[in-house]
T-cell receptor, first 112, second 114 residues
Framework: DAGVTQSPTHLIKTRGQQVTLRCSPK?????VSWYQQALGQGPQFIFQ???????QRGNFPDRFSGHQFPNYSSELNVNALLLGDSALYLC???????????FGPGTRLTVL | GNSVTQMEGPVTLSEEAFLTINCTYT??????LFWYVQYPGEGLQLLLK?????DKGSNKGFEATYRKETTSFHLEKGSVQVSDSAVYFC?????????????FGQGTRLTINP
């Protein structure tokens, strides 16, 4: 049983560019959350998707957007990249019955 | 809003030493509490959890007890190993508008020397 998978592993972009990160949840999970982890910090909640809709959003600007597909996989899009967007982006999935979130290995985004 | 405060690191111990990493929280209601561990270059792994007051979570020799009266969830291990070197995050679940998000502390880096 594959756990949560994310792609790509690493990504380098320049300021002003746009980026798309991808996540496949653990088998049987229908809820996907995205977190941003800056270097030396704890993860910060970006948003959560359930039934292809954004259910809750953290304190992130509209440059951060997402999508969930019918197969429960998800994308995180970031427009107009800033240097401060450099971070590890973590995806987590959860099943309907549980309160435990399972994390993927993350995508390391570097903005130059 | 809800928040988690962790003991600042880094923490350096010798192998077989006793470990305590302090964690306190501020929350409305009765959140579930978690400890996650992050090894170098990896994502987060759930170490243990507790869902209500006085519950004790345990895994791989680590323990933490949900203390409502002191709003704490301190992580302990009786005898640490070099392989325990990692960053440890305390977190609570924040259930709002039907969505459950995790609120994390800033993390504590633990290094165990042989």
């Amino acid at each position: 049983d594959a756990g949560v998978t994310q792609s790509p592993t690493h990504l380098i972009k320049t300021r002003g560019q746009q980026v798309t990160l991808r996540c496949s949840p653990k088998s049987g999970h229908d809820t996907v959350s995205w977190y941003q982890q800056a270097l030396g910090q704890g993860p910060q909640f970006i948003f959560q998707y359930y039934e292809e809709e954004e259910r809750q959003r953290g304190n992130f600007p509209d440059r951060f957007s997402g999508h969930q597909f019918p197969n429960y996989s998800s994308e995180l899009n970031v427009n107009a990249l800033l240097l401060g967007d450099s971070a590890l982006y973590l995806c987590a999935s959860r099943g309907l019955a549980g309160n435990e979130q399972f994390f993927g290995p993350g995508t390391r985004l570097t903005v130059l | 809003g809800n928040s988690v405060t962790q003991m600042e690191g880094p923490v350096t111990l010798s192998e077989e030493a006793f470990l305590t990493i302090n964690c306190t929280y501020t929350a409305t209601g009765y959140p579930s509490l978690f400890w996650y561990v992050q090894y170098p270059g990896e994502g987060l792994q759930l170490l243990l959890k507790a869902t209500k007051a006085d519950d004790k979570g345990s895994n791989k020799g680590f323990e933490a007890t949900y203390r409502k009266e002191t709003t704490s969830f301190h992580l302990e291990k009786g005898s640490v190993q070099v392989s325990d070197s990692a960053v440890y995050f305390c977190a609570l679940s924040d259930l709002n508008q039907g969505a459950q998000k995790l609120v994390f502390g800033q993390g504590t880096r633990l290094t165990i020397n042989p």
